[in-house]
């Protein structure tokens, strides 16, 4: 996620990940482990992303328009995913 996040800075695309049911120093030790420049990180220890996103399995992920209403989600993560975001992302920005 940190390339897609390098790819896209320069156009205003920001990728945002959010941990949950973690506790907050798992957290700060992946955060601290880790060489992220662009993917900005965040923590939802209470859950209300989640719920306000309705997240029923994680991993998930959203790519939300300017407006924040979600163009495509997918649960899991596997080969191909960011080649997969990157068309999504690209069909947005024309």
């Known amino acids: 996620m940190e390339k897609l996040a390098a790819q896209y800075a320069d156009q205003g695309v920001i990728v945002l990940a959010i941990n949950t049911g ?5 957290y700060q030790k ?17 859950d209300e992303i989640s719920k306000r996103y309705r997240v029923r399995t994680i991993p998930v992920t959203y790519v939300l328009d300017r407006e924040g209403i ?25």
């Open 22 to 26: 973690e506790s907050q120093r798992s």
């Open 30 to 46: 992946f955060v601290a482990d880790g060489q992220y420049t662009h993917l900005r990180l965040g923590r939802d220890g209470a």
């Open 70 to 94: 979600i163009r495509y989600a997918q649960t899991g993560y596997g080969d191909g995913m960011e080649r997969t975001l990157s068309q999504e992302i690209e069909s947005w920005l024309e």
